[in-house]
C-alpha cells in the first residue's frame, strides 16, 4: 500500500514568511509523529498526535511552530515568521500503534530553504 | 532528559570488512532501542531493534548488542557491502512514547 508522503518535498521561503507542511500518514494508523533534521544532525523529536489524546509538544522550539491533525489522518506543521535556523529537512513518520516499540515508517521529508 | 551520543560520525571500511557504531544514553529507564537506516536522498527506514530485556540480536549480517548496566548499545554489520553505504541513527525510547535520536553515522563501504 501507500507509504506515508509529504508535501511540498521542497520550499523556499523568505524569512519572516510563514509556512506550512503538510504530512498524509499510512491509512489507519493512530500516531503521527514530527520531526526535523539538521545537516549533519540525528532526527530532532517536534511533536506527537497520539490517536485522539492531546498532542505531546514538548519538542517544539518555540511558539512560531504549531501543528495540527485533522479528523485522525492529515497533519499539518505550520511555522510562522520563519528564520533562518528554521532551515532543515521536517520528517514526518506515522506508526500503527500508540506503543513506543512500533515501527515509524517515514515520509520522504519536505526540505525548508529559509532565505 | 534523554541524551543519545552515537560514535563514531563516521566510518569508512573495506567492502567485506565488518562495522561497529556505539550508542550511550541517560536515561535508565529507556527499555526500547532500534536503529534506522538512511540512504542518500531516501527517509530512513528501521533494520533491526532490540528491547532491555534482551541482551543481543541478530538479523542476517546484522545485530544489535545491549548493555543496560553501562547504558550503551551497538550495531554491528558483518561482510559489509556497498549498498550498506548509508547513515545511520540509533535512537533511545523516552517518556515511554518517544524516541530520541542520535547524531549519526556515516557508513562508506569501499569497495
Known amino acids: 500500500g501507500a507509504g506515508v508522503s509529504q508535501s511540498p518535498s521542497n520550499k523556499v521561503t523568505e524569512k519572516g514568511k510563514d509556512v506550512e507542511l503538510r504530512c498524509d500518514p499510512i491509512?489507519?494508523?493512530?500516531?503521527l509523529y514530527w520531526y526535523r533534521q539538521s545537516l549533519g544532525q540525528g532526527l530532532e523529536f517536534l511533536i506527537y498526535?497520539?490517536?485522539?489524546?492531546?498532542?505531546?509538544k514538548s519538542g517544539l522550539p518555540s511558539d512560531r511552530f504549531s501543528a495540527e491533525r485533522t479528523g485522525g489522518s492529515v497533519s499539518t506543521l505550520t511555522i510562522q515568521r520563519t528564520q533562518q535556523e528554521d532551515s532543515a529537512v521536517y520528517l514526518c513518520?506515522?506508526?500503527?500503534?500508540?506503543?513506543?516499540?512500533?515501527?515509524?515508517?517515514f515520509g520522504p521529508g519536505t526540505r525548508l530553504t529559509v532565505l | 532528559g534523554e541524551n543519545v551520543e552515537q560514535h563514531p560520525s563516521t566510518l569508512s571500511v573495506q567492502e567485506g570488512d565488518s562495522a561497529v557504531i556505539k550508542c550511550t544514553y541517560s536515561?535508565?529507564?529507556?527499555?526500547?532501542f532500534p536503529w534506522y537506516k538512511q540512504e542518500l536522498g531516501k527517509r530512513p527506514q528501521l533494520i533491526i531493534d532490540?528491547?532491555?530485556?534482551?541482551g543481543e540480536k541478530k538479523d542476517q549480517r546484522i545485530a544489535v548488542t545491549l548493555n543496560k548496566t553501562a547504558k550503551h548499545f551497538s550495531l554491528h554489520i558483518t561482510e559489509t557491502q556497498p549498498e550498506d553505504s548509508a547513515v545511520y541513527f540509533c535512537?533511545?525510547?523516552?517518556?515511554?512514547?518517544?524516541?530520541?535520536f542520535g547524531a549519526g553515522t556515516i557508513l562508506r563501504v569501499k569497495s
Open positions: 513518520a506515522s506508526t500503527g500503534g500508540l506503543a513506543v516499540t512500533d515501527t515509524q515508517y
Open positions: 491509512s489507519g494508523h493512530t500516531a
Open positions: 498526535f497520539q490517536g485522539n489524546s492531546a498532542p505531546d
Open positions: 536515561d535508565s529507564a529507556s527499555n526500547y
Open positions: 532490540i528491547r532491555s530485556n534482551v
Open positions: 535512537a533511545a525510547s523516552i517518556d515511554g512514547n518517544k524516541l530520541v
